[in-house]
């Protein structure tokens, strides 16, 4: 490996009083995800609707996103959206559990993966493939997923807490060949020519840096990550969108693996970042309701226009 794959090692440190409630949460989810997953399915959405209530500055920013995006959306119908999302995002902490803790014979039992054939046909020519994951909820399960069948590299954010990195990172290295922080471009451009798959995600508003204002829905300039068009312009990829729908029973999760991409600007930033946007918005709407409406995704504006929150 080189020397810039992420694998933090326990230390002696972690067991230090500042890290108790860390490993004591730790511990009481380890434990609750040992129920059967029809308990989990009621659990995590009424897990959700009680965040609802000590959440307040959230679900205004996920009421503010909805109604930028779906403008002409009726109130009634996006209150409804927003209690459907925050019953996703207490069903997003079981399932975190679930990705790390749970065996393969459980993820098995209760996933399925549909265009599976689709990620052959991108392999096989041998190129590497830039794996197109959005911020879901589900997003921790689907990664666990896919890279059950298809071990490739992890792209993260390291965690300022110690534990939570050491959990998180072993976590996802149950499905991943190694991690890579999400500031390696170099490391991810390298994996990529090397033949790896790199899961990234280029959904999110991470500021003015690197970013173009392209459309996405109704919210004609929205900030937008130029990574797809760089790490597509210097690795040449197949690259292939996937998204992890919960059903909306307790029947358990798909994973929707799509067609690769044709057709991806190469030579264009800003019609690749809108191009991009079309992709994020198809499949958004699989399962809109289990998306991360809860982030900011419009914060950043074009210079003098005032903010949308």
């Known amino acids: 490996m080189a020397d810039n794959h992420v694998y933090p090692e326990f230390e002696r440190a972690m067991l230090r009083p500042r890290y108790w409630l860390t490993w004591l949460g730790l511990g009481v989810l380890y434990a609750v995800v040992l129920l059967p997953y029809p308990c989990l399915h009621k659990l995590g959405k009424g897990l959700g609707r009680l965040a609802m209530r000590f959440m307040k500055r959230r679900v205004k920013i996920a009421h503010r996103n909805l109604e930028l995006c ?19 995002v207490g069903m997003g ?21 549909e265009g599976y054939d689709n990620m052959i046909a991108a392999r096989k020519d041998g190129k590497g493939v830039l794996l197109i994951g959005l911020h879901f909820l589900t997003l921790e399960l ?45 490391g991810m451009i390298r994996a990529l020519k090397q033949g790896e798959i790199i899961w990234y995600a280029p959904d999110h508003d991470y500021g003015p840096k690197s970013s173009v204002f392209v459309p996405l829905f109704a919210v004609e300039q929205a900030a937008t990550t130029t990574g797809t068009y760089i790490l597509a312009r210097m690795s040449k990829p197949s690259i292939v969108p996937f998204t992890p729908v919960r059903m909306a029973d307790d029947s358990g999760y798909v994973l929707y693996i799509q067609p690769m991409l044709e057709g991806f600007p190469l030579d264009d930033e800003v019609a690749a970042a809108a191009y991009m946007n079309k992709v994020v918005e198809k499949e958004i709407m699989l399962a809109p ?17 005032p903010s949308r929150y």
């Open 142 to 186: 689907g990664a666990r997923i896919f890279g059950m069948k298809n071990p490739g590299v992890g792209v993260y954010r390291p965690n300022d807490n110690k534990v939570m990195d050491w959990i998180q990172t072993w976590g996802r290295l149950r499905s991943n060949k190694y991690m890579l922080d999400r500031k390696d471009v170099k």
């Open 70 to 88: 779906f403008p002409d959306m009726p109130e009634q119908e996006r209150r409804e959206w927003v209690e459907k999302n925050f019953e996703s």
């Open 93 to 113: 902490v079981l399932e975190t559990g679930m990705a790390w803790f749970w065996p393969d014979w459980r993820i098995e039992r209760w996933c399925r993966v």
């Open 289 to 305: 309701t289990q998306y991360m409406w809860l982030h900011r995704r419009f914060k950043t504006r074009p210079e003098g226009v």
